[in-house]
């Protein structure tokens, strides 16, 4: 047994895996319930502790850090015992007498690696998906939510013994002495520069990875769009958690004909939410906080170099790290701020003369973890997502399919690969196991066996043209 802290954490888990590898679906449905139960009765902890480390409002903590945790606990109590049977497959006539399955077994000792932004919900949503698959787990919550990680740390002791489910706290040389252990599999919400790092330490023990990564996910609006309704969810999106949200809208798209109109809505938009001057909105108790000082200087930087057109809020306060929600016109692609991922409150807005031009933007960059249209016209948006890549998205939405649980999510390329919720975080938890059981003493392959005689090679022949 090691005397390194982390790594003893490591080998006792390694010890049990078998045995946690073999519980039953009502035995890990239990550990589940017990989760649902524990998060139900410290709801306002959790809100307290957000509001600690974000100034998040109560509504959006219960919203967008609990409710999608709760749906996917839910989810799989409903569905754990079906995910948990080999799923039948197909026999091909060439196998005949045979049966075939996949079996999906846990991998075995896990380690997650969590975000800042959403600390509860990136955490105990991949949890839910490695406790479904029947895996120990290891958990590196973001340093940077000290009052969440607590909260956390508190709520995990009470339920599951450390030889299951630990959590490590510390900053990144804590999450480099985690990667320098052979995990099983490795599941990561961050940035790509962050992802590259993981997936190379992941490589020096050939370990599976999940990668959730980011960019800059670009929102299409058509000249037929419902501008009321886009300009309600695209800044709904934007300023969730303080724009501080993997799958944000990160800049509009706008047919030109329309620009002016989406722009006139969005103000209103934005007066309604947080109020109708700069003192109310800086005072709303419903617009979260950015996460410390060099994130705000960050977006302060991207801001001012921007030059670009202010239509709407640009206010700062260094002391308390508020940025007002800040619409951007006339805006240089070239710009920084069309570079990075913005991960804040500011929403560059551009003109192209149509959605080809839109595509075409979309496509000369890295592709994005997710891309929303809003349009009328169904053959349009299906032309634009057959001819774009992304993560995910949404169709006259934002946001909302990254909490969907029968939704796989994830990115693709620079943004991520490996998908996640429901079935889907189970199966990436999981090892597909592909087992051909023979019910026979017979099968047809037996008559293909050495000698390679005339008959076999007229077998072989009628295998090859009909099977």
């Not at 982390?6 to 390694?14: E, G, K, N, T, Y």
């Not at 839910?74 to 569905?79: Q, V």
């Not at 196998?95 to 600390?119: H, M, T």
Request: overall charge positive; glycine content about 8%.
């Amino acid at each position: 047994m090691s005397t390194n802290p982390v790594a003893s954490i490591f080998d006792r888990q390694q010890a049990v895996r078998g045995r946690v590898a073999a519980t039953t679906a009502d035995q890990r449905k239990a550990k589940l319930r017990a989760l649902l139960k524990a998060l139900m009765a410290h709801r306002s902890e959790a809100q307290a502790a957000l509001a600690a480390d974000f100034r998040k409002a109560p509504e959006e903590v219960d919203l967008t850090e609990l409710y999608p945790v709760i749906s996917e606990i839910k989810d799989a109590l409903r569905h754990l015992p079906r995910w948990m049977k080999p799923w039948k497959v197909p026999t091909p006539i060439g196998f005949f007498g045979s049966a075939s399955a996949i079996l999906y077994e846990p991998r075995g000792v896990v380690l997650i690696i969590s975000p800042w932004n959403y600390p509860i919900y990136l955490t105990l949503g991949p949890l839910v998906s490695a406790l479904a698959a029947g895996n120990c787990a290891v958990i590196k919550p973001s340093e940077f939510t000290p009052h969440t990680t607590a909260f956390l740390r508190k709520l995990l002791a009470g339920l599951f013994p450390e030889d299951e489910v630990a959590l490590v706290e510390g900053d990144a040389d804590a999450a480099k002495a985690l990667l320098a252990l052979p995990f099983d599999h490795i599941f990561f919400t961050g940035s790509p520069a962050v992802g590259k790092v993981v997936m190379k330490a992941a490589a020096e023990h050939l370990a599976s990875v999940t990668l959730e990564l980011g960019g800059k996910s670009p929102v299409l609006v058509d000249a037929d769009a419902n501008l009321k309704e886009a300009a309600r969810k695209i800044a709904w999106g934007k300023c969730l958690n303080g724009g501080q949200t993997c799958v944000a809208p990160d800049y509009v798209l706008v047919h030109e004909k329309v620009h002016d109109a989406l722009v006139a809505e969005l103000k209103q938009v934005l007066l309604a939410f947080y109020g109708p001057d700069a003192a109310t909105r800086k005072a709303s108790p419903d617009l979260a906080r950015l996460i410390h000082d060099r994130h705000f200087e960050r977006l302060r930087a991207l801001l001012e170099g921007s030059g670009a057109t202010v239509a709407f809020g640009g206010e700062m306060d260094a002391a308390t790290r508020y940025l007002s929600p800040t619409l951007l016109t006339d805006v240089d692609p070239a710009s920084a701020v069309m570079q990075e991922e913005i991960f804040g409150p500011l929403l560059p807005i551009l003109k192209v003369p149509d959605m080809d031009a839109a595509v075409a933007f979309v496509n000369a960059r890295p592709k994005p973890l997710a891309l929303y249209v809003f349009s009328e016209d169904s053959q349009r948006t299906k032309a634009i997502l057959a001819r774009t890549s992304a993560g995910g998205g949404c169709i006259n939405d934002t946001v909302l399919h990254f909490a969907h649980t029968g939704l796989p999510t994830g990115g693709v390329n620079t943004s991520g690969f490996g998908k996640a919720h429901g079935v889907h975080g189970f199966q990436a938890f999981s090892n597909a196991r592909g087992i051909l059981r023979q019910r026979t003493r017979f099968s047809a392959i037996q008559l293909m066996y050495p000698p390679y005689t005339g008959f076999v090679r007229r077998m072989i022949d009628l295998t090859l043209k009909y099977f």
